[in-house]
């Protein structure tokens, strides 16, 4: 549970520093307000973990750690070149790994569970993403071919920096691990791919 909490703190704390930073692309001041308000919810999360780890006795930095390398050679390799892109990275590859946390946290015991599912809340950022790319894809369908291309690139680098992580925390692995056989393990990545093509319809965009 440590782990995951950590894992999830410097995630909520990456995505506030995004959307801040996102938000100087943003077309209008509305859309600023608008990414502005979301950054500050993600850092709402941010303090909830921080505050849970606190109680549990556990240094929040000291969580946060095995996580930063990971993490953060993922939003390097995918660094968004223009408004649109950033969008399609929050929306696509932020639900991907929330879908993987919230399967992890069905292992949980109910009130860390709760916790969990609380923080991967969506913060009003979906129907946004949505709302924009869907706009701009009809105003120009040229934009659809480069986004698609653009969430495919952003699965392959979140799935390879998964691996990272998996391969070298084993107690996240172990809540996997104990669901049980293969079949049901690949069951839960079938979820997660089904959810990421239902995300990517909903952008207009092809999987």
Do not use: C
């Amino acid at each position: 549970m440590v782990d995951l909490l950590g894992l999830l703190a410097f995630g909520e704390l990456t995505a506030f520093e995004r959307m801040a930073t996102d938000a100087r692309m943003a077309p209008t001041l509305a859309d600023k307000i608008e990414l502005g308000r979301m950054a500050a919810a993600e850092f709402a999360h941010f303090e909830a973990i921080g505050n849970e780890l606190h109680r549990l006795g556990v240094d929040l930095e000291q969580a946060m750690a095995p996580f930063v390398s990971a993490l953060t050679a993922f939003h390097n390799l995918t660094a968004p070149s223009d408004w649109l892109e950033s969008l399609v990275k929050a929306y696509v590859g932020d639900n991907i790994a929330a879908d993987f946390y919230r399967e992890i946290a069905g292992r949980l015991e109910p009130e860390p569970r709760s916790l969990v599912l609380s923080v991967l809340a969506d913060t009003g950022h979906a129907a946004f993403a949505v709302e924009r790319v869907r706009a701009a894809i009809a105003s120009n369908p040229v934009m659809a071919g480069r986004l698609a291309l653009w969430a495919r690139r952003l699965v392959g680098e979140a799935l390879t920096q998964a691996q990272r992580v998996a391969a070298d925390r084993d107690a996240l692995t172990g809540l996997l691990a104990g669901v049980g056989d293969l079949e049901e393990i690949a069951e839960i990545f079938n979820r997660i791919m089904a959810a990421h093509r239902q995300r990517m319809a909903a952008l207009g965009l092809s999987a």
